[in-house]
């Protein structure tokens, strides 16, 4: 067997010159170096064979020893040193804080298998398949990889920096919220042996109701006698126990509470178009502010153009600044795609709300278990906690286009449409009747 040098053939030592010694005494072959001229055959030959050995292990921690810390530094910065996963794209390959991770367009396909899995609570199989049709192969043994792996939210992991969590310089497939509700998800499924059954139907608030007392989801199960479904927590010691009639009348009771006249509505999106308007502003200011860069480099790509077709400059200068020029407008773009469009998708969203709002009861007693759900998240992104020597619902976070209807719609009763109506002190997150405060927002 013939190596460049036995550092190549082994970097493990005596390990190394143990499996060459072996190769030579069972099976006749010797291993010889081209640049390390020497008969492993003879006494002194095979002592120096192994000396060799030794110093390709000790030259590998040594370089070791100086990779590793700088992997480190730079891991803790939040740049991620190999392949990017599944679902992203490298745009500028290069030293790790050069490059630039985007997702790609399969990743735009990833993204809906957590939607999926998240808002649906869609099987691993069916998502699996659905996938394939789009053309994106994909087993569900992968799946379980990339729902628990949090690189798809932002952050960094690594073996490397045991126990710390990295937010990572890469663009972010979704955002945190979904990646913990479609962990979450699969992680109940796992632990409590879950498949999905018809009486599903009638427990829609199943994971999704959490217990007061220990903040674990809360489950359920039918009394075969009087046919009647109930939800539990089982904790135990818990005790926490209530029919499921009982939980969805309550929480209809919640859902009257967003609930807008049709005679109200155009009052009511002005108002959320304003209040958002302040809470966008930044991004809105960005946005334009990226724009009119955008419009200036457009320009100076014309007018280079220009210079270099009526001959004022050489091809030289022209390729020196083109590409930069392009550059810089690629990197505007992206980060319009980003922050831009924030008018127009402002106002379809507050569209979007306020429709739900008209008539939220019957839109969600009329959906299947699947939209049920959605909707539910929608509203209330982290669930909801019930308490049950109150009997009364509570949650952390409201959504911020519904939390402000509530109070909207009480301040302009008794007003007629185009009435002023003063919103200058309504909160950004309120809490309607029927909803105790979370502790936390």
């Known amino acids: 067997m013939i190596v460049y040098s036995y550092e190549r053939f082994s970097r493990s030592g005596i390990a190394g010159a143990s499996i060459a010694d072996d190769l030579l005494k069972k099976y006749g072959v010797i291993t010889l170096a081209t640049t390390q001229e020497l008969d492993p055959t003879t006494p002194s030959g095979s002592f120096q064979q192994k000396i060799l050995f030794l110093f390709g292990q000790m030259d590998n921690e040594l370089r070791r020893d100086k990779v590793v810390p700088g992997m480190r530094e730079l891991l803790a910065k939040g740049y991620w040193l190999w392949a990017p996963p599944r679902g992203y794209e490298d745009l500028n390959k290069g030293k790790a804080t050069e490059r630039k991770l985007v997702v790609s367009e399969e990743g735009k396909l990833l993204k809906k298998a957590f939607e999926w899995k998240a808002y649906q609570q869609m099987p691993n199989v069916e998502i699996a398949r659905r996938l394939n049709r789009m053309g994106l192969k994909m087993s569900e043994k992968r799946l379980i990889e990339l729902f628990a792996n949090p690189f798809y939210c932002g952050l960094i992991t690594s073996n490397m920096i045991p126990g710390q969590v990295i937010e990572g310089k890469h663009e972010p497939l979704i955002s945190r919220e979904l990646f913990l509700m479609a962990h979450n998800i699969r992680q109940e499924k796992r632990s409590h042996s879950f498949v999905h059954d018809k009486d599903n139907e009638n427990r829609p608030l199943k994971v999704f109701a959490k217990c007061d007392k220990c903040r674990q989801t809360l489950t359920g199960y039918l009394v075969q006698k009087k046919g009647v479904y109930y939800y539990k927590c089982n904790t135990k010691g818990c005790k926490v126990n209530r029919s499921a009639n009982a939980m969805h009348d309550l929480f209809r009771k919640v859902l009257k509470s967003f609930r807008i006249g049709a005679e109200e509505l155009q009052i009511v999106r002005i108002q959320l178009e304003e209040q958002m308007a302040v809470f966008f502003k930044s991004q809105i200011e960005e946005a334009n502010s990226l724009k009119s860069r955008l419009n200036e480099i457009e320009r100076k790509k014309e007018v280079i153009e220009e210079r270099f077709v009526t001959g004022e400059i050489d091809r030289s200068l022209y390729d020196k600044f083109r590409p930069k020029y392009e550059k810089e407008s690629f990197q505007i773009k992206q980060e319009l795609n980003k922050t831009g469009g924030y008018k127009s998708n402002l106002k379809k969203v507050i569209d979007f709300a306020t429709e739900i709002c008209l008539n939220p009861l019957i839109l969600w007693d009329k959906s299947d278990l699947y939209s049920k759900r959605i909707f539910q998240n929608l509203i209330f992104p982290e669930g909801i ?53 979370g502790s936390t927002v």
Request: glycine share 8%; proline share 9%; charged share 25%.
């Open 385 to 437: 906690i019930y308490n049950r020597e109150n009997d009364q619902y509570r949650t952390s976070r409201i959504n911020s286009f519904f939390s402000l209807i509530p109070q909207i719609a009480r301040g302009i009763e008794g007003h007629k449409n185009g009435d002023s109506i003063k919103t200058d002190k309504i909160p950004a997150w309120v809490v309607p009747p029927g909803i105790e405060p």
